[in-house]
């Protein structure tokens, strides 16, 4: 294929499934972290009064609707953030900062298609007994409206934003730098994890914090503060509660999706804009 052909429905669909299957198999792994995470916030904000455990047995509640919500992002951002490059290959080229922005956009986009999914996976986590996904839909529908379901989108698109950004944009280029200094080793793809997945675990976790409260009450009849009101109350501790273990997962996924790129070829040396850190 050249630049000059159209970027039709079988190429989305190739993105989007390796996308998918990369997301299911990431978020089947770190989806202990993510539930330990919920714990620890709803621990702090409740001073851990009649709250469920967060126990090995439970390590995987919500795991259904976590996978779905990581296939939504992962599955949307990858073909979405392919599409954004192969257009600027044709019309003027790709610079690393068009690989950045447009890594964001695709990111926020795809974190919108995902905020019910993640709702429901708290909910899910937090719950004794757990709900199925349908009865969580349909008690947050009764109590609060078919609107209630759209609750943290825009917290969940800014982290969502800042994730893709991590894994699409910051980290080939950091991995490029890296080989450049010590050549093609498997530490490089380690290093430029770590970093990236610690930068985007400081500038994501105060979102997903504020995330997790728009929907704490999503199956209960509330009233939902909006953000300017939880970030008057909140302070920089309380924003940044449940960073080790939201950074750890930042980390391996940052990893495991550059690794997953590299085995389903999702960025394919086809006349797409390539980058240098997943296409080795």
């Known amino acids: 294929m050249n630049e000059q052909e159209p970027y039709d429905f079988y190429r989305w669909m190739y993105k989007f499934l390796s996308g998918s299957i990369i997301g299911l198999s990431n978020a089947t792994l770190v989806t202990p972290l993510v539930n330990y995470s919920n714990h620890v916030i709803e621990r702090r904000g409740h001073g851990g009064k009649n709250l469920v455990n967060f126990t090995c047995a439970r390590a995987f509640d ?20 392919s599409y954004f490059l192969h257009k600027l290959s044709v019309y003027g080229g ?22 019910l999914p993640e709702a429901i996976a708290q909910t ?12 969580v839909i349909r008690d947050a529908v009764r109590c609060n409206g078919l609107f209630s379901l759209t609750r943290g989108a825009s917290a969940m698109m800014v982290r969502s934003a ?27 793809d380690v290093f430029s994890a770590f970093v990236c997945g610690l930068a985007v675990g400081v500038i994501t976790t105060p979102f997903n914090t504020l995330r997790f409260k728009k929907q704490e009450y999503f199956t209960q009849k509330s009233t939902v503060p909006s953000y300017g009101a939880l970030l008057k109350s909140a302070t920089v501790a309380s924003l940044y509660v449940g960073f080790l273990p939201r950074t750890a997962m930042y980390m391996f996924s940052m990893w495991f999706i550059a690794e997953g790129n590299k085995l389903c070829h999702a960025f394919s040396k086809d006349g797409f804009p390539d980058f240098p850190s997943l296409g080795r």
Do not use: W
């Open 62 to 81: 919500g795991a259904l609707s976590y996978n779905l919500s990581f296939i939504l992002r992962i599955g949307v951002s990858l073909p979405l953030n």
């Open 124 to 135: 899910q986590q937090l719950s004794s007994p757990k709900p199925s996904s349908l009865r």
């Open 162 to 188: 800042g994730f893709t950004a991590g894994y699409l944009g910051f980290m080939p280029m950091m991995c490029e730098s890296v080989r450049q200094k010590i050549g093609d080793h498997f530490l490089a």
């Open 94 to 115: 790709v610079e690393n900062s068009h690989q950045v922005m447009t890594s964001i956009v695709a990111g926020g986009a795809a974190g919108a298609f995902a905020t």
